[in-house]
């Protein structure tokens, strides 16, 4: 019975480095967020830092400044989606190959 302990304590410590691993390959990977059909489109690192913005010129009109600042936040919060699911998606694939449940809820 000792054994099963040490071993399941070595595969826990072995998810905890995979985990910090994939975090940390994760979050300096870019995603993609559009609004406003492309008017504007950022790209965020997954750890939530902005890279780039680029607004397409006709979305500049002073007059329609709040629609612009919604698509700006509109874009942004797609960007964000897109790194939580990439993020999700390859917890998902660590647990597979480590022979563990996919719905477990990590950090334990």
Sequence with gaps: MNINVQQM???AQEMQERLKQMQEKIG??????TAGGGVVV???ACKGTLEDI???ESAINPAEKEMLEDLIIAACNDAR?????LMAEETRKMMEDMGLPTNMQLPF
């Excluded at 300096?28 to 967020?33: C, F, I, L, S």
Aim: hydrophobic share 40%; charged share 20%.
């Design 28 to 33: 300096n990977m870019v995603v993609e967020g």
């Design 42 to 44: 950022v790209q965020m």
């Design 81 to 85: 989606a897109k790194g939580d699911q």
């Design 54 to 56: 680029q607004i397409q």
């Design 9 to 11: 304590m070595r595969q």
